[in-house]
DNA sequence: CGGAATCCCCCCCGATACTG
DNA sequence: CAGTATCGGGGGGGATTCCG
Protein backbone atom coordinates (compact mmCIF):
# COMPACT_ATOMS: atom_id res chain seq x y z
CA UNK A 1 0.00 0.00 0.00
CA UNK A 2 0.63 3.21 0.64
CA UNK A 3 1.56 4.48 -3.04
CA UNK A 4 3.86 7.58 -2.10
CA UNK A 5 2.90 10.54 -4.06
CA UNK A 6 3.80 8.75 -7.72
CA UNK A 7 6.54 11.38 -9.10
CA UNK A 8 4.36 13.04 -11.68
CA UNK A 9 5.34 16.56 -13.70
CA UNK A 10 3.26 15.56 -16.39
CA UNK A 11 2.67 13.36 -19.22
CA UNK A 12 2.33 9.58 -19.09
CA UNK A 13 -0.08 7.38 -17.78
CA UNK A 14 -1.76 6.09 -20.35
CA UNK A 15 -5.54 4.84 -20.62
CA UNK A 16 -5.95 3.85 -16.90
CA UNK A 17 -5.88 7.37 -15.46
CA UNK A 18 -7.92 8.81 -18.18
CA UNK A 19 -10.68 5.92 -17.20
CA UNK A 20 -10.46 6.72 -13.55
CA UNK A 21 -10.89 10.99 -14.34
CA UNK A 22 -14.00 10.23 -16.53
CA UNK A 23 -15.36 8.36 -13.92
CA UNK A 24 -15.19 11.10 -11.31
CA UNK A 25 -14.75 14.19 -13.72
CA UNK A 26 -18.08 13.30 -15.67
CA UNK A 27 -21.03 15.82 -15.34
CA UNK A 28 -23.22 14.18 -12.19
CA UNK A 29 -20.40 12.39 -10.25
CA UNK A 30 -18.56 15.74 -9.13
CA UNK A 31 -22.10 17.48 -8.53
CA UNK A 32 -22.58 14.55 -5.61
CA UNK A 33 -19.27 14.75 -4.00
CA UNK A 34 -19.83 18.26 -3.96
CA UNK A 35 -23.06 17.84 -2.03
CA UNK A 36 -22.13 15.06 -0.16
CA UNK A 37 -19.25 16.38 1.58
CA UNK A 38 -21.00 18.01 4.46
CA UNK A 39 -22.29 14.39 5.38
CA UNK A 40 -24.73 12.13 4.75
CA UNK A 41 -27.58 12.73 2.69
CA UNK A 42 -30.69 10.93 1.41
CA UNK A 43 -31.49 9.63 -2.10
CA UNK A 44 -34.18 12.52 -2.75
CA UNK A 45 -32.65 15.02 -0.53
CA UNK A 46 -30.10 14.77 -3.10
CA UNK A 47 -32.15 14.77 -5.81
CA UNK A 48 -33.34 17.89 -4.70
CA UNK A 49 -30.09 19.81 -3.73
CA UNK A 50 -28.77 18.73 -7.52
CA UNK A 51 -31.45 19.88 -9.15
CA UNK A 52 -32.01 18.65 -12.86
CA UNK A 53 -31.01 15.13 -12.41
CA UNK A 54 -33.47 12.55 -13.00
CA UNK A 55 -34.04 10.14 -11.03
CA UNK A 56 -32.42 7.45 -13.32
CA UNK A 57 -28.79 9.17 -13.24
CA UNK A 58 -28.88 10.16 -9.76
CA UNK A 59 -29.37 6.00 -9.03
CA UNK A 60 -26.62 5.05 -11.63
CA UNK A 61 -24.00 7.50 -11.05
CA UNK A 62 -24.65 6.46 -7.01
CA UNK A 63 -24.23 3.21 -7.87
CA UNK A 64 -20.68 3.79 -9.75
CA UNK A 65 -19.19 5.81 -7.05
CA UNK A 66 -20.52 3.24 -4.76
CA UNK A 67 -19.03 0.14 -7.05
CA UNK A 68 -15.66 2.63 -6.82
CA UNK A 69 -15.29 2.85 -3.33
CA UNK A 70 -16.00 6.58 -3.08
CA UNK A 71 -19.55 6.23 -1.32
CA UNK A 72 -21.72 4.00 0.86
CA UNK A 73 -24.71 3.09 1.01
CA UNK A 74 -26.67 2.57 4.30
CA UNK A 75 -29.99 1.35 4.63
CA UNK A 76 -32.25 2.39 7.48
CA UNK A 77 -35.07 0.26 8.56
CA UNK A 78 -37.27 2.58 9.54
CA UNK A 79 -40.63 3.29 8.08
CA UNK A 80 -40.82 4.33 5.35
CA UNK A 81 -37.36 3.00 4.23
CA UNK A 82 -34.63 5.51 4.14
CA UNK A 83 -31.37 5.19 2.84
CA UNK A 84 -27.98 7.37 3.52
CA UNK A 85 -25.27 7.93 1.34
CA UNK A 86 -21.84 9.32 2.45
CA UNK A 87 -18.52 9.78 1.15
CA UNK A 88 -16.09 6.60 2.60
CA UNK A 89 -12.68 7.61 3.78
CA UNK A 90 -11.21 7.26 0.13
CA UNK A 91 -14.45 9.55 -0.82
CA UNK A 92 -13.20 12.17 1.44
CA UNK A 93 -10.08 12.47 0.19
CA UNK A 94 -11.83 13.86 -3.13
CA UNK A 95 -13.18 16.52 -1.67
CA UNK A 96 -10.01 18.68 -1.32
CA UNK A 97 -9.58 18.35 -4.92
CA UNK A 98 -12.86 18.59 -6.16
CA UNK A 99 -13.95 21.64 -3.98
CA UNK A 100 -10.43 23.12 -5.60
CA UNK A 101 -12.11 22.64 -9.09
CA UNK A 102 -15.46 23.88 -8.11
CA UNK A 103 -13.97 27.09 -6.47
CA UNK A 104 -12.36 28.05 -10.12
CA UNK A 105 -15.08 27.27 -11.82
CA UNK A 106 -17.40 29.59 -9.63
CA UNK A 107 -14.40 32.02 -9.77
CA UNK A 108 -14.02 31.82 -13.51
CA UNK A 109 -17.38 31.70 -14.80
CA UNK A 110 -18.48 35.35 -15.85
CA UNK A 111 -15.08 35.48 -17.61
CA UNK A 112 -15.44 32.15 -19.36
CA UNK A 113 -18.83 33.64 -20.47
CA UNK A 114 -17.14 37.05 -21.44
CA UNK A 115 -14.68 35.02 -24.04
CA UNK A 116 -17.32 32.78 -25.46
CA UNK A 117 -19.48 36.01 -26.57
CA UNK A 118 -16.49 37.33 -27.85
CA UNK A 119 -15.48 34.31 -29.90
CA UNK A 120 -18.81 33.33 -31.38
CA UNK A 121 -18.59 37.37 -32.23
CA UNK A 122 -15.24 37.19 -34.06
CA UNK A 123 -16.36 34.41 -36.00
CA UNK A 124 -19.95 35.01 -36.96
CA UNK A 125 -18.31 39.15 -38.36
CA UNK B 1 -13.62 42.45 -11.97
CA UNK B 2 -11.25 40.84 -8.82
CA UNK B 3 -14.16 38.14 -7.51
CA UNK B 4 -11.85 37.90 -4.44
CA UNK B 5 -12.71 33.97 -3.82
CA UNK B 6 -16.17 33.61 -3.48
CA UNK B 7 -16.93 32.19 -0.34
CA UNK B 8 -18.54 28.88 -0.81
CA UNK B 9 -18.60 26.18 1.79
CA UNK B 10 -21.01 23.66 -0.09
CA UNK B 11 -24.32 24.00 -2.23
CA UNK B 12 -25.81 26.80 -4.06
CA UNK B 13 -24.83 27.39 -7.74
CA UNK B 14 -27.04 25.91 -9.36
CA UNK B 15 -27.08 25.15 -13.28
CA UNK B 16 -24.17 27.53 -14.31
CA UNK B 17 -21.94 25.87 -12.19
CA UNK B 18 -22.58 22.63 -13.64
CA UNK B 19 -22.44 24.13 -16.94
CA UNK B 20 -18.60 25.08 -16.12
CA UNK B 21 -17.76 21.79 -14.20
CA UNK B 22 -18.90 20.22 -17.36
CA UNK B 23 -16.82 21.58 -20.01
CA UNK B 24 -13.60 20.95 -18.46
CA UNK B 25 -14.33 18.12 -17.06
CA UNK B 26 -15.27 16.13 -19.78
CA UNK B 27 -13.48 13.31 -21.22
CA UNK B 28 -10.76 15.17 -23.21
CA UNK B 29 -10.67 18.97 -22.06
CA UNK B 30 -8.72 17.87 -18.60
CA UNK B 31 -6.27 15.63 -21.22
CA UNK B 32 -5.43 18.49 -23.00
CA UNK B 33 -4.49 20.79 -20.06
CA UNK B 34 -2.74 18.49 -18.55
CA UNK B 35 -0.59 17.91 -21.59
CA UNK B 36 -0.25 21.75 -22.22
CA UNK B 37 1.08 22.57 -18.57
CA UNK B 38 4.83 22.36 -19.71
CA UNK B 39 4.16 24.56 -21.95
CA UNK B 40 3.21 25.03 -26.13
CA UNK B 41 2.60 21.69 -28.31
CA UNK B 42 1.68 21.42 -31.06
CA UNK B 43 -1.39 19.62 -33.26
CA UNK B 44 0.03 15.98 -34.12
CA UNK B 45 1.62 17.09 -30.56
CA UNK B 46 -0.56 16.65 -28.43
CA UNK B 47 -2.57 14.11 -30.88
CA UNK B 48 0.52 11.33 -29.96
CA UNK B 49 1.27 12.65 -26.21
CA UNK B 50 -2.52 11.96 -25.40
CA UNK B 51 -2.79 8.95 -27.54
CA UNK B 52 -6.41 7.57 -28.25
CA UNK B 53 -7.80 10.63 -29.03
CA UNK B 54 -9.14 11.05 -32.53
CA UNK B 55 -8.36 14.08 -34.91
CA UNK B 56 -12.35 14.81 -35.38
CA UNK B 57 -12.16 15.21 -31.39
CA UNK B 58 -8.98 16.99 -30.28
CA UNK B 59 -10.21 19.64 -32.94
CA UNK B 60 -13.90 19.90 -31.51
CA UNK B 61 -12.29 20.10 -27.97
CA UNK B 62 -9.16 22.33 -28.74
CA UNK B 63 -11.81 24.94 -30.44
CA UNK B 64 -14.09 24.56 -27.11
CA UNK B 65 -10.89 25.57 -24.83
CA UNK B 66 -10.32 28.96 -27.38
CA UNK B 67 -13.55 29.74 -27.47
CA UNK B 68 -13.61 29.97 -23.36
CA UNK B 69 -10.61 31.75 -23.40
CA UNK B 70 -8.20 28.53 -22.13
CA UNK B 71 -6.23 28.50 -24.53
CA UNK B 72 -4.89 30.41 -27.62
CA UNK B 73 -3.86 29.62 -31.31
CA UNK B 74 -1.07 30.64 -32.63
CA UNK B 75 -0.21 29.92 -36.38
CA UNK B 76 3.15 30.14 -37.40
CA UNK B 77 3.81 30.66 -40.96
CA UNK B 78 6.53 29.07 -41.92
CA UNK B 79 6.37 25.62 -44.42
CA UNK B 80 5.03 23.51 -43.54
CA UNK B 81 2.27 25.40 -41.65
CA UNK B 82 2.39 24.98 -37.75
CA UNK B 83 -0.14 25.56 -35.38
CA UNK B 84 0.92 26.03 -31.55
CA UNK B 85 -1.72 25.79 -28.65
CA UNK B 86 -1.11 27.12 -25.33
CA UNK B 87 -2.56 27.68 -22.29
CA UNK B 88 -3.55 31.69 -22.29
CA UNK B 89 -3.73 32.89 -18.29
CA UNK B 90 -6.73 32.12 -17.00
CA UNK B 91 -5.71 28.64 -18.38
CA UNK B 92 -2.82 28.17 -16.49
CA UNK B 93 -4.92 29.00 -13.09
CA UNK B 94 -6.20 25.77 -14.52
CA UNK B 95 -3.24 23.52 -13.68
CA UNK B 96 -3.07 23.64 -9.77
CA UNK B 97 -6.99 22.57 -9.83
CA UNK B 98 -6.72 19.74 -12.54
CA UNK B 99 -2.77 18.46 -11.08
CA UNK B 100 -4.49 17.98 -7.71
CA UNK B 101 -6.91 15.92 -9.48
CA UNK B 102 -4.86 13.95 -12.05
CA UNK B 103 -2.66 12.93 -8.72
CA UNK B 104 -5.56 11.94 -6.94
CA UNK B 105 -6.40 9.65 -9.84
CA UNK B 106 -2.96 8.55 -10.13
CA UNK B 107 -2.95 7.68 -6.47
CA UNK B 108 -6.35 6.24 -5.78
CA UNK B 109 -6.21 4.31 -9.09
CA UNK B 110 -5.38 0.38 -7.58
CA UNK B 111 -7.77 1.24 -4.69
CA UNK B 112 -10.50 1.77 -7.00
CA UNK B 113 -9.82 -1.14 -9.12
CA UNK B 114 -9.94 -3.02 -6.35
CA UNK B 115 -13.02 -1.79 -4.85
CA UNK B 116 -14.87 -2.57 -8.20
CA UNK B 117 -13.70 -6.25 -8.31
CA UNK B 118 -15.20 -6.86 -4.67
CA UNK B 119 -18.38 -4.95 -5.79
CA UNK B 120 -18.64 -7.04 -9.18
CA UNK B 121 -17.93 -10.11 -7.03
CA UNK B 122 -20.68 -9.06 -4.35
CA UNK B 123 -22.92 -8.58 -6.85
CA UNK B 124 -22.51 -11.70 -8.69
CA UNK B 125 -23.05 -14.01 -5.33
C1' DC C 1 0.76 19.54 -41.40
C1' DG C 2 -3.70 20.87 -39.59
C1' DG C 3 -7.62 20.82 -40.27
C1' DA C 4 -13.15 20.64 -42.32
C1' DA C 5 -16.92 17.82 -43.92
C1' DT C 6 -19.70 13.82 -44.26
C1' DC C 7 -21.58 9.45 -42.78
C1' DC C 8 -23.27 6.61 -39.33
C1' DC C 9 -23.44 3.84 -35.20
C1' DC C 10 -23.86 3.36 -30.42
C1' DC C 11 -25.09 4.49 -25.87
C1' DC C 12 -26.24 8.08 -22.81
C1' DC C 13 -29.84 9.75 -20.73
C1' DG C 14 -34.67 11.64 -20.09
C1' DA C 15 -39.61 10.32 -19.70
C1' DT C 16 -42.76 7.27 -18.08
C1' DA C 17 -44.68 3.51 -15.60
C1' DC C 18 -44.48 0.03 -12.08
C1' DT C 19 -42.70 -2.19 -7.31
C1' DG C 20 -41.48 -3.05 -2.22
C1' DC D 1 -39.39 6.82 -0.11
C1' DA D 2 -36.21 4.61 -3.02
C1' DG D 3 -35.71 2.48 -6.34
C1' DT D 4 -36.14 -1.00 -11.18
C1' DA D 5 -37.78 -1.71 -16.16
C1' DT D 6 -38.51 -0.36 -20.63
C1' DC D 7 -38.66 2.47 -24.62
C1' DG D 8 -36.97 5.92 -27.67
C1' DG D 9 -34.36 10.20 -29.48
C1' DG D 10 -30.24 12.94 -29.74
C1' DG D 11 -25.80 13.54 -29.86
C1' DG D 12 -21.12 12.15 -28.78
C1' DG D 13 -17.62 10.44 -31.20
C1' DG D 14 -15.00 7.05 -34.57
C1' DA D 15 -13.64 6.26 -39.56
C1' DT D 16 -12.93 8.08 -43.80
C1' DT D 17 -12.21 11.47 -47.31
C1' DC D 18 -10.87 15.88 -49.06
C1' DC D 19 -8.73 20.75 -48.73
C1' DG D 20 -5.02 24.79 -48.15
Redesign the pocket.
Known amino acids: MSPEHTQHTGETCPASKREILSRIG ?2 WSLEIVGNLWHGPK ?4 LMRSIGG ?5 L ?1 LT ?1 RGLERDGLISRTILPTR ?4 DYELTEMGKTLIDPVHALVTWAINNEARIHACRAKFDAAENS
Open positions: DKRFNEISQRMTLPPRV
